[in-house]
T-cell receptor, first 113, second 111 residues
């Protein structure tokens, strides 16, 4: 049963709009992640956080930004959406330290027209 | 360079067949994960291992640290096993300790 929630599941929106993808987890995990995945391709880390007020950029450069004001909430924002942002965005969380399993949300499929 | 390679890319099997999916990586790791991604997009963690073998139901994961290779086996495969199976590793060095993912193996089990 999922303890990490992403909204919306699907979003089709026009170019230039500001978008916020929501991610919340109820497990009290310190570490949270955002991944981007194009169809048929591997996941790429775009942002991660070690805890409140911590945000780091991942391996894949992204025009999106994130914030971590509360432990349970890790939203991702695109200030001005473009067609190149069309992709699936997956949020995950894990306990901090060592090699901990990651728990994934169901993802948001974003399509920019 | 920290790399993860999976094979095969696509796999079609008949119900009941024994299935093996392979994962190779380039340098030393501290942990390897096997994940399952269903067509809806959600991902479930199947195994996390750093040595030896783990079993859960019809799924078995093995890892050979010396050969830098892991396998995921599915016994008595069923159509509900159809999904993309992803190998992800945490390398000893680099990648800021984050997971690096393979491209996945798309499995289709026919009834």
């Amino acid at each position: 049963e999922a303890d990490i929630y992403q909204t919306p599941r699907y979003l089709v929106i026009g170019t230039g709009k500001k978008i916020t993808l929501e991610c919340s987890q109820t497990m009290g995990h310190d570490k949270m992640y955002w991944y981007q995945q194009d169809p048929g391709m591997e996941l790429h880390l775009i942002h991660y956080s070690y805890g409140v007020n911590s945000t780091e950029k991942g391996d894949l450069s992204s025009e999106s930004t994130v914030s971590r004001i509360r432990t349970e909430h890790f939203p991702l924002t695109l200030e001005s959406a473009r067609p190149s942002h069309t992709s699936q965005y997956l949020c995950a969380s894990s306990e901090f330290g060592g090699s901990q399993p990651q728990h994934f949300g169901d993802g948001t499929r974003l399509s920019i027209l | 360079k920290n790399e993860v390679e999976q094979s095969p890319q696509n796999l079609t099997a008949q119900e009941g067949e024994f299935i093996t999916i392979n994962c190779s990586y380039s340098v030393g790791i501290s942990a390897l994960h096997w994940l399952q991604q269903h067509p809806g997009g959600g991902i479930v963690s199947l195994f996390m291992l750093s040595s030896g073998k783990k079993k859960h139901g019809r799924l078995i994961a093995t890892i050979n640290i010396q050969e830098k290779h892991s396998s995921l086996h599915i016994t008595a495969s069923h159509p509900r096993d159809s999904a993309v199976y992803i190998c992800a590793v945490k390398f000893d060095r680099g990648s800021q300790g984050n997971l690096i993912f393979g491209k996945g193996t798309k499995l289709s089990v026919k009834p």
